[in-house]
């Protein structure tokens, strides 16, 4: 009972939170959490969590953890075990800590870093570049991408593209789009243990064969595509940040 009258207090004295800020009712006072609803929110859906899901497993119900998020409810004696199921169910405090390691889930968490793993590359042979297999880095999703499985970054090496596409630029590369003529690709070759690629424009496609220009020295020929099956489409350059 003085739990309750106490939370009533606390609704009703100046001294409660007038911002998006959560907190915990203790003798009258509003003890201000470091979470908003917003990054209850946040935290809730980076594990993977529904609204109801979350209202469960807190005690609650659907409607007080949206008031919650929203700062509809500024306090509430739910927000205590919210916070608790939250922590129950793997999240950090703060959100960065132990999802760091995860560029994916540490980006929808925090609004900090990126999601999209981007590639080096080093000049390779005539025309070709050597990609990385594993990420270096990952940047904020551009807009290319939104929605994309499996979309990445790669640094270009070597001036064949240029100035289309110049040494040190990212290409944002969409691998679930066709090849299409007329747009710059890049290719892959076929051997799991060659990390040769290239960068071409896509001219035109045969059963056996990738029709191909390049810009600098002016160049058209074609790729065997029994050793160059993949082809990736390039939809733009990332922009620095």
């Given at each position: 009972?003085?739990?309750?009258?106490?939370?009533?207090?606390?609704?009703?004295?100046?001294?409660?939170?007038?911002?998006?800020?959560?907190?915990?009712?203790?003798?009258?006072?509003?003890?201000?959490?470091?979470?908003?609803?917003?990054e209850i929110r946040q935290r809730r859906?980076?594990?993977?969590?529904?609204?109801?899901?979350?209202?469960?497993?807190?005690?609650?119900?659907?409607?007080?953890?949206?008031?919650?998020e929203t700062g509809e409810t500024k306090?509430?004696?739910?927000?205590?075990?919210?916070?608790?199921?939250?922590?129950?169910?793997?999240?950090?405090?703060?959100?960065?800590?132990?999802?760091?390691?995860?560029?994916?889930?540490?980006?929808?968490?925090?609004?900090?870093?990126?999601?999209?793993?981007?590639?080096?590359?080093?000049?390779?042979?005539?025309?070709?570049?050597?990609?990385?297999?594993?990420?270096?880095?990952?940047?904020?999703?551009?807009?290319?991408?939104?929605?994309?499985?499996?979309?990445?970054?790669?640094?270009?090496?070597?001036?064949?593209?240029?100035?289309?596409?110049?040494?040190?630029?990212?290409?944002?590369?969409?691998p679930k789009l066709p090849p299409t003529?007329?747009?710059?690709?890049?290719?892959?070759?076929?051997?799991?243990?060659?990390?040769?690629?290239?960068?071409?424009?896509?001219?035109?496609?045969?059963?056996?064969?990738?029709?191909?220009?390049?810009?600098?020295?002016?160049?058209?020929?074609?790729?065997?595509?029994?050793?160059?099956?993949?082809?990736?489409?390039?939809?733009?350059?990332?922009?620095?940040?």
């Amino acid at each position: 009972m003085k739990e309750i009258e106490n939370t009533l207090a606390c609704e009703y004295q100046h001294e409660c939170l007038s911002d998006n800020r959560v907190g915990s009712v203790i003798d009258n006072r509003v003890i201000a959490n470091p979470m908003s609803g917003n990054e209850i929110r946040q935290r809730r859906e980076a594990l993977g969590l529904t609204q109801e899901q979350l209202a469960q497993r807190a005690g609650t119900n659907q409607q007080t953890l949206h008031r919650i998020e929203t700062g509809e409810t500024k306090h509430s004696r739910a927000i205590p075990r919210i916070l608790k199921a939250l922590e129950d169910a793997g999240s950090p405090t703060p959100p960065a800590v132990q999802v760091a390691n995860d560029p994916e889930i540490f980006a929808r968490a925090t609004g900090i870093g990126g999601d999209v793993p981007v590639y080096a590359a080093a000049e390779g042979g005539p025309g070709e570049m050597v990609v990385e297999k594993s990420p270096i880095d990952y940047a904020p999703r551009p807009e290319p991408l939104q929605g994309v499985k499996d979309g990445y970054l790669v640094y270009i090496s070597g001036e064949s593209m240029s100035p289309e596409y110049r040494p040190g630029q990212r290409a944002i590369v969409h691998p679930k789009l066709p090849p299409t003529p007329d747009e710059t690709h890049i290719f892959y070759t076929n051997n799991p243990a060659d990390d040769r690629a290239t960068i071409k424009h896509l001219v035109r496609v045969t059963p056996e064969a990738w029709h191909v220009e390049q810009w600098n020295p002016p160049k058209k020929f074609t790729l065997d595509r029994s050793e160059w099956p993949v082809a990736h489409r390039v939809v733009g350059k990332y922009a620095r940040r």
